[in-house]
Each structure stands twice: as C-alpha cells, then as structure tokens.
C-alpha cells in the first residue's frame, strides 16, 4: 500500500481545474486553451478580473465549487496554507509547483521541516512534488503544466514519468511518432511516489505502456505492487535510471561490490521487478513505441528484409551484444523467395533483397510475404527514406505498400526501420502509425525496444514477480567491525553452510597438534590478511608434518595466527558468493566466477533479496562459469543442488541477521562432483553480531 489511501482519479482526469499563481497561472490557463480543455477552468489570483477570458477569483474560497485538480504556482510558504485550504475543502488534488523544500535541505536547514508540513496538511488530498511542473492529460487536453511542451491530443497512448520536468518537456518535443497520453513529474515525491502516480494510470484503459525516468528509488512495496498490476493488465513498463553511483563501494572490503556496483542493485531490481532498463533517450521512446504499437512481446526473434548488404550487415551485427536471435529461413521460405527473387540473390536472415524488384509491388509482396513466414516476434523493412526538399519518395510507398499488404496476408508483426532517425519524417511515422505499424528511427534504438519487450514477455510469469517484501533494514550501523577468517567461518558453519573443517594454531607446536584433528593434505593459510594469495600467505596441499613445520614456521614469522584446513582436490570450479548491503537498506546478492581470477573474469550476476531456489538456478544459468557447472566438453559437473542450497542457508542467515550485517563474501566456494565446500569467507558487521562455538 502507499503512505496514504490516496485517490488519483480527480486529478488524474479532472473536469475541474482551479489555476494559482501569476505568470505560471496564466501559462498553465494558456496551456489548456491551446489543448482545447473541455472541462471548468477557474484562474486564482488576488487582483486579476479575468485570465484569457476566464473569470478570476480571489482565493479559493470563492470558487464556484471544488476543484478536481489544482495548478499551484506561488512561493513555498504560500503553497502549504493553500494545500491545506484545499485539503479542508474536499478537493481532488494538487500540482504543487514551488521549490525550496526538502530539496533544498543542504542550504536550509528548514526545508526538511517544510515539506513535512505540507504532507501535513494535504492529508489524504493528492500532492505532485513538490518542485515539479505537473502533468499533463493529452487524452482529455487537461494540462496542469505551466511551460511550453511539444505533444498533442491523442485518442490512445503511453505513459511517461519522470524525476526531472526538464527531461519531460524534451520528451515531448519528440519527433517520432509516439502516441503519448500522460506526462507527469514527480518532484520531491513528498506524498505521492512515482509508483503511485503509475498504479493510478494503470486504471485508465487508454494507457498502453509506461515508461519511468528515475534518478533514485525510494517506494520499494509501491513498486512491486505496480509490477503485479501491471502485469496483470499485460502493460509493459520500461525503465530508463540514472546516477550510477559508486557510493558504497569507499566502504566495503571484500570483492563482492568492486566487481557489481551500486547500480548492480538498481539492475536488480528492475529486473526482480520486471521491467526492462534501456540506457538513452532515444530508446526509451522507441521501446514505449513498440510497446505501444505490438505490446509486450513472447520472443526474442527477429526478421530483417533491406535492399542493401550494408544494412543487412549492419542488423545482423547489432544483436551481437543483444539478447535477439535471427530465425534461419526453412526450405518453404527459400524457395518462395527464390521465385519471387531469382537466382542471383543469397538467402539468408537478414535478407538483402537486392534492388532487382524495386519498385515492383507485386514482386515485393511477395517477397515480404515469405520472410514473414519465419517463426519471428516482429520483423524490420529497413528503409530510409529521401529529403523530402530535394528527392521524390514515390517508390519507397510501393515497398510501404508491399508491407502493408504482406502483414495483411499473413497477420505477421511488423515495422519499418530507418538507420538513421533524421530519415524517418514524423509525417510518414504518423502515416504508419494509423495503420498500426511501428516506425523506428536507428538500428540501435529498435533493437533495444525489441530487447525490451521481450523482456518483459520472459519475464511476465517467472517467480521473480514475487510481492514478498524486499529485505531492508533502516537500522544504522556507524563502525563495523571485519571479523576474523576464523569467527566467520564459525558463524557460517553454525548457520547449516558446508564449511572446510579448520584449526588456529599460533605455534609450529600448536600446527602440528591441530594437523591431528585436520588431517592431511591441508592448507595453512595466515590469519587476518586479505588477498593471502597474492601475498604469499596461502600454501596448498601440504602433506607431510616436515612439510607443514617449515610452512607454518615460515608464516609465524610475519603473523600470529596461522589456520590449518581440510585441502579439497578436483575443484570443478570456484565461486564467489558475497551480499552488501546497499545505503538504501536493501541486500544485493552477488554470484558469480571466483577464486583468484574474480577481478579478471568479473563474470556475476546479483540479485535483491529474498531469492527463492528457483531465481537462483535462473541467475547462474546466465554466468558464463555455467557451462563449467553444467560439465564443460565431457568434463565432470559440479553438484549445482549443492551449491543451491549453500547459498540458500547464506541467504537465510542474512535475513535473519539484516539489522547488523553490511557484508558478506564467500570466496571461493568450492564446487566439487559432490557436495560444495566455503573455504574462505568474510564478515563485516556490528559487534553484536556473535561468534558460536
């Protein structure tokens, strides 16, 4: 649930709108005018007789009624004893366009208090921001938005909201065709989250996918019930996040966050969620686009018919670091093409077809029919069309119209593609659009928009869905502590982790003693020293008690303490396995390659948690250490339930140990034909974190 059983509806579609304010009053009175706003518009102000020909009234007491939704554009101070007229009031809602709140916490040190006091007094009356430009309605023309913007009216469309008004009103002043229904900003997100704003549009049938522009997350519960509800309504949402911070990493010791980030979390999520993450402008809209156009799609596949290698070339390289596949052309297809092609030309996806038909609707119909025959998601016409200041673009429609024709016959999902965006008129994306073809302007763009919606195809009904709260804990820790090699192997060994069976020794005497209980071969490894490897301070399968007095001799030299383990041979591979906690509270889960290549391969994968078993087998599927696990070239497997199941007793122990915890790291896990095995590891934690016997 958000902070507040909130009602979005009146503000979201109101048919009243009361304006506050002067030169952004006016704007936003403007604003409506221009949008042809069908609804009540009551200008505010304390001297004015009329705005654009709209009475003015003196203060909100005077209105004819209460508003649905309100534009406030006064300063700070004024905004709250406003917010708290309308809120006595029974109104709909408010825009609450004033800076200088917790925004500004840095620089006054009231600010903080201020924005508190307007939550306050909104109560359970809906605030956007503050310090945000609104939204804006382009399904019904309602506009509380007091700037300049690029959209239009629109029977259908997508959603787009984002942090910064700025990235907005640049979004709409797109050119590509896009069918955009809401624009909101969420400011300071004071009450209302960006979560809410988008769970409210989902309730609005017209809306055909959502896109979120975020700097930072905040309502992790409203996010995963906007996951669920909008999965339920199959809307797809695409998620474009800025700021990747290495904020967390100054403070940790271990591998686990210098090999994933602070952004892996926020990857993390998204995917937990299942939304898919691009990482431009350009294809964030082109993915709304598709969304919007095809929906969400089953597959990864793809078709691409141009009339020049080049192009063909050029899309059949762009999925090579893309998860999209080119379906091979069966038999039938070949020899469909070949009839409508002739001899000359090589078959293959994607397909040059060459400009021998150019020109020749029936040759290209038929053409285009037999590619859209390939067991593929949506498939691409690459075409560019020419200046229409100096060229003709006569025969680029025939081969429009061949399409057209095409997708007729055989009901195929397809778009056309232009390599570059200034070669696709928003004229001829409007055209396209009305016949309800997707129109892409990059080969970079497009293709990200088909990764995106098949993401979120794939991911439409895995476990990862789940709306079991994210494990987070608020509770602050200011000097933890890194315990002993030693302590936390105890502490995981109690916690049910299969842990390599291990003695301190702080003399040869004590080595030789603790040899007895151990066994041999063993390792001797020094105590409190990271990266013991590369400094010399590990020593592997000793197997001898002459051998062990000259090692552990030579090691008591420069340390106290010396460990002596069990040495386990015919490792089929090493893991490291490390959870962080991140400065929002959250747990990120890093597995990935291990061992002393770990900075090398950096080959992981992370999760938020909890996990179930099942997201785990999901997620190390996609290591490339994998193939490895599985039993590489007839080699022997790793015993993968085995290592399930270690990282599932970790994690657990995790949870139940949030409140003092800020990492762990396991590296390497050992992972053997049968059984898996910790034989390094790493706590850092609070003192009251306790060592069991």
């Not at 809410?196 to 896109?211: C, K, P, S, Y």
């Not at 030309?345 to 029919?369: C, K, R």
């Not at 034989?679 to 306790?690: F, H, R």
Request: with cysteine; hydrophobic share 45%.
């Amino acid at each position: 649930m958000a902070k507040y059983d909130l009602n979005l509806n009146r503000l979201l579609r109101p048919k009243s709108i009361a304006v506050i304010g002067g030169s952004w009053g006016r704007s936003v009175i403007e604003q409506c005018v221009r949008m042809r706003y069908e609804g009540e518009l009551w200008p505010v102000h304390p001297t004015l007789d009329d705005v654009h020909g709209y009475r003015c009234y003196r203060s909100v007491a005077e209105l004819p009624s209460t508003p649905d939704a309100t534009f406030i554009g006064v300063n700070r101070h004024l905004t709250v004893d406003i917010v708290s007229q309308l809120s006595a009031a029974n109104a709909g809602g408010a825009v609450c366009f004033a800076s200088g709140f917790s925004e500004a916490a840095a620089e006054d040190n009231a600010a903080t208090a201020l924005q508190q006091q307007l939550i306050d007094a909104a109560g359970n009356m809906p605030i956007v921001g503050p310090n945000c430009y609104g939204l804006i309605n382009y399904l019904d023309g309602a506009l509380l938005w007091p700037d300049q913007h690029g959209g239009k009216r629109v029977q259908r469309g997508v959603v787009i909201i984002t942090q910064s008004s700025n990235i907005a009103i640049n979004m709409t002043m797109q050119r590509r065709g896009l069918p955009i229904a809401y624009v909101m900003t969420a400011g300071n997100q004071a009450q209302v989250s960006i979560a809410d704003m988008a769970m409210a549009l989902l309730d609005d049938e017209r809306v055909t996918a959502i896109g979120l522009h975020v700097e930072g997350f905040g309502d992790y519960r409203g996010l995963q019930l906007l996951a669920a509800k909008a999965r339920k309504k199959g809307i797809g949402i695409v998620v474009i996040k800025a700021g990747r911070s290495e904020q967390s990493q100054a403070a940790m010791v271990s591998h686990t966050n210098s090999l994933s980030g602070t952004d892996a979390a926020s990857s993390a999520l998204i995917e937990h969620l299942g939304f898919a993450r691009v990482f431009s402008i350009p294809s964030f809209l082109e993915s709304l686009k598709l969304l919007h156009t095809c929906g969400i799609l089953n597959g990864n596949t793809i078709a691409s018919m141009s009339c020049s290698g080049g192009e063909a070339s050029l899309m059949a390289d762009a999925i090579a670091d893309r998860p999209l596949e080119y379906p091979s052309l069966s038999a039938a297809q070949q020899q469909a093409l070949r009839d409508a092609l002739g001899p000359m030309v090589a078959l293959a996806n994607p397909l040059d077809y060459h400009t021998y038909i150019w020109n020749d609707l029936e040759a290209m119909t038929a053409t285009f029919a037999a590619m859209l025959q390939t067991p593929a998601e949506i498939t691409f016409l690459v075409i560019d069309f020419p200046r229409a200041d100096t060229c003709a673009d006569d025969s680029w429609w025939v081969a429009i119209d061949a399409l057209l024709a095409a997708r007729d016959a055989t009901g195929a999902a397809v778009a056309v593609l232009a390599t570059l965006p200034e070669n696709l008129p928003e004229s001829v994306c409007e055209q396209l659009m009305e016949k309800n073809i997707p129109a892409f302007g990059g080969i970079e763009e497009a293709l990200d928009a088909v990764a995106a919606a098949a993401f979120v195809g794939s991911a439409i009904d895995l476990l990862n869905y789940s709306t079991k709260p994210l494990l987070q804990t608020h509770h602050l820790i200011e000097s933890p502590i890194v315990m002993s090699e030693y302590d936390a192997k105890r502490i995981l060994l109690h916690a049910g982790l299969p842990v390599a069976t291990a003695f301190q020794a702080r003399s040869v005497d004590e080595s030789i003693e603790a040899a007895e209980s151990v066994g041999y071969p063993l390792v001797i490894k020094v105590s409190g020293l990271a990266h013991k490897t590369e400094q010399g301070g590990v020593i592997l399968n000793v197997q001898t008690e002459d051998a062990l007095r000259t090692h552990a001799g030579y090691l008591l030299t420069s340390c106290d303490v010396v460990l002596l383990e069990s040495y386990h041979q015919g490792a089929i591979a090493e893991l490291l396995i490390g959870v962080v906690r991140e400065p929002d509270g959250l747990f990120k889960l890093t597995v990935g390659a291990g061992g002393i290549l770990t900075e090398l391969m950096r080959d992981t994968v992370s999760l938020l948690l909890p996990v179930s078993a099942e997201q785990l087998q999901q997620h190390i599927a996609k290591l490339r250490i994998h193939q490895v696990l599985e039993g590489y070239r007839g080699q022997a497997a790793a015993d993968v339930p085995s290592i399930i199941n270690a990282i599932t007793k970790l994690c657990e122990w995790v949870e139940a140990n949030a409140d003092h915890l800020c990492e762990v790291e396991i590296n390497p896990l050992l992972c053997l034909q049968s059984g898996a095995v910790v034989v390094d590891a790493l706590i850092s934690a609070s003192e009251t974190l306790s060592v069991q016997d």
